[in-house]
């Protein structure tokens, strides 16, 4: 398998794989939070994301067109395996949406909840994914250890407006629960016209 792939010389990451939020009243909590930053500070408005595109990023990769089908046709059945490993048969991953916090004062996220009973298999599954491909000859991004979230403002807007911003973050805020029903293969930079979510490659369900 090893040698069908020849690592990406782009010299870019273009995709990434994703696990999109979909939980009504999440949605509603995430654009709450982004309304009060924008009260707050109306210039953040251009930094904030698009409600569509709530998702939690599982790692990004970089992919030539010659790779995706064999991706398609050998990795994803393989990681369709590995879900079913980890999370069971009829067993959806759960994340129990908890905190809003901030990376570099540039980038506002909710965060996962590392106490809740599904941290530890999601932790487990994305580990072992990202292995999957990395040991395909699949150039993926440096494996600093994952911290799932999803961004909901990210841009120079909020550096500069950072301490109107810092005032709505709070590590103890709980959005409940989302079940994660597929892992999707995403082009980055890329918006569905019909969706408003990425344009999706490839998807497995969980």
């Known amino acids: 398998m090893s040698n069908q792939l020849v690592k990406s010389t782009i010299g870019r990451m273009n995709y990434f794989f994703g696990l999109q939020v979909t939980e009504l009243l999440i949605h509603n909590q ?14 953040v408005e251009k930094d904030l994301i698009s409600s569509e595109k709530f998702h939690l990023t599982v790692f990004v990769m970089e992919l030539t067109d010659e790779q995706i089908p064999i991706i398609k046709s050998t990795l994803m059945p393989q990681a369709k395996l590995l879900a079913t490993e980890i999370f069971g048969e009829n067993n959806k991953p759960t994340s129990l949406l908890k905190g809003v916090g901030s990376f570099k004062e540039r980038v506002v996220w ?6 809740h009973d599904g941290y530890s298999k999601l932790i487990d599954f994305r580990n072992r994914l990202y292995k999957l491909f990395k040991d ?21 807007n909020i550096q500069r407006n950072y301490l109107k911003i810092k005032k709505h973050m709070d590590e103890n805020l709980e959005f409940g629960l989302q079940n994660f029903s597929k892992l999707q293969l995403m082009k980055i930079g890329t918006t569905d016209p019909i969706t ?4 999706i490659e490839d998807t497995i369900d969980l």
């Open 30 to 43: 995430l654009k709450q939070i982004q309304n009060s930053m924008k009260t707050s500070c109306k210039y």
């Open 110 to 115: 909710a965060g996962i909840n590392e106490n």
């Open 136 to 156: 395909q000859n699949i150039k993926v991004e440096d494996d600093r250890g994952w911290h799932p979230h999803i961004t909901i403002a990210k841009g120079k």
């Open 196 to 199: 408003k979510y990425y344009y």
